[in-house]
């Protein structure tokens, strides 16, 4: 059940390694131009973040036009501008 559930998801998310170098990737450029402007995000923008970059390498690495993976980026999104404008 584990193998079946593991080969399915590759052939929709391409293979965990590479998309943990991809996702990585990305979060270190933004890490270090926060860094560099001396600014933090909030706990709920990083968490949001981070998810987003997530998404975004399974987008890239191979699986473009799989709608699930735009619309979870759209609803992190929508979480932080939610969490927002709760807090104005």
């Not at 965990?16 to 270190?28: D, P, R, V, Y």
Request: aromatic share 10%; hydrophobic share 35%.
């Amino acid at each position: 059940m584990i193998d079946e559930t593991q080969n399915d998801r590759c052939t929709k998310c391409g293979e965990f390694i590479t998309n943990a170098a991809e996702s990585q990737g990305l979060k270190s450029v933004v890490r270090i131009e926060l860094f560099c402007r001396n600014e933090d995000l909030k706990e709920d923008q990083l968490e949001a973040f981070n998810m987003i970059c997530h998404k975004i390498a399974k987008i890239i690495n191979e699986t473009p036009d799989y709608v699930d993976f735009w619309f979870e980026v759209e609803n992190y999104s929508a979480s932080v501008t939610n969490q927002s404008k709760e807090k104005k």
